[in-house]
């Protein structure tokens, strides 16, 4: 089994930044995939950003260029920063992290963002 717990979403201003954490405990870290997904009441949950366990990292169009992510294994964290946050940002946002042998999916239990004035 795997534990997920999402942390650091807020409320911020148009053109703010927050950072957002991920951290999966309870199997190895590094064989773990660990995605950022994010979901609007009344719409499909819609993947942000992917930090792969081989070390890559993979960004939605409408994020690319203003979030990144970032990892430590040794932490089992992935941390994922948000800047220049927009309206359309706000969403509760969810990592799940994904075993690369089998697939298995580990979902945490969400942490709302809100970008407004």
């Known amino acids: 089994q795997v534990q997920v717990v999402e942390s650091g979403g807020g409320l911020v201003q148009p053109g703010g930044s927050l950072r957002l954490s991920c951290v999966a405990s309870?199997?190895?870290?590094?064989?773990?995939?660990i995605n950022w997904f994010r979901q609007v009441p009344g719409k499909e949950r819609e993947l942000v950003a992917i930090?792969?366990?081989?070390?890559?990292?993979h960004y939605s169009d409408p994020v690319k260029g203003r979030f990144t992510v970032s990892r430590d294994n040794a932490k089992s964290t992935v941390q994922m920063q948000m800047n220049s946050l927009k309206p359309e940002d706000t969403a509760v946002y969810y990592c799940a992290a994904i075993n690369r042998e089998n697939g298995h999916e580990y979902w945490g239990q969400g942490t709302q963002v809100t970008v407004s004035s």
């Open positions: 309870g199997r190895t870290f590094s064989t773990l995939n």
């Open positions: 930090s792969s366990s081989f070390g890559g990292t």
